[in-house]
């Protein structure tokens, strides 16, 4: 199994970017499929997942509404777009594919795959 991240760069704040992750070697529509990112001196954290059974998605509050995470399944790809992003968004992105979850109102993604991290650095 690969996941391979890409798109990342630097960029102003209030512009855009995308990222992309294709994956390789396994049944992408069976997974979750998440985006996650670390910044310097803080531990990993999850920023938005989408459920490949029903295409639904999910987002951490400090992105929604600015982030919108999307899955191509033809071409077993997820995509994050950035809009607006901040200075605060800056840090190492993973993508990841999983077994997701849901609870009432709170929902998971176990990873089970990592991707290589791709920087993003928002300049202000």
């Known amino acids: 199994v690969q996941l391979q991240a890409s798109g990342g760069g630097v960029v102003q704040t209030g512009g855009s970017l995308r990222l992309s992750c294709a994956a390789s070697?396994?049944?992408?529509?069976?997974?979750?499929m998440g985006w996650f990112r670390q910044a310097s001196g803080k531990e990993r954290e999850r920023v938005s997942v989408i459920n490949n059974f029903d295409g639904k998605t999910y987002y951490e509050d400090s992105v929604a509404g600015r982030f919108a995470i999307s899955s191509d399944v033809a071409k077993n790809t997820v995509y994050l777009e950035m809009n607006g992003p901040k200075p605060e968004d800056t840090a190492v992105y993973y993508c990841a594919a999983g077994t997701f979850s849901t609870f009432g109102s709170s929902w998971h993604l176990r990873p089970e795959y990592w991707g290589q991290g791709t920087q993003v650095t928002v300049s202000s």
């Open positions: 070697g396994l049944a992408f529509g069976n997974f979750g």
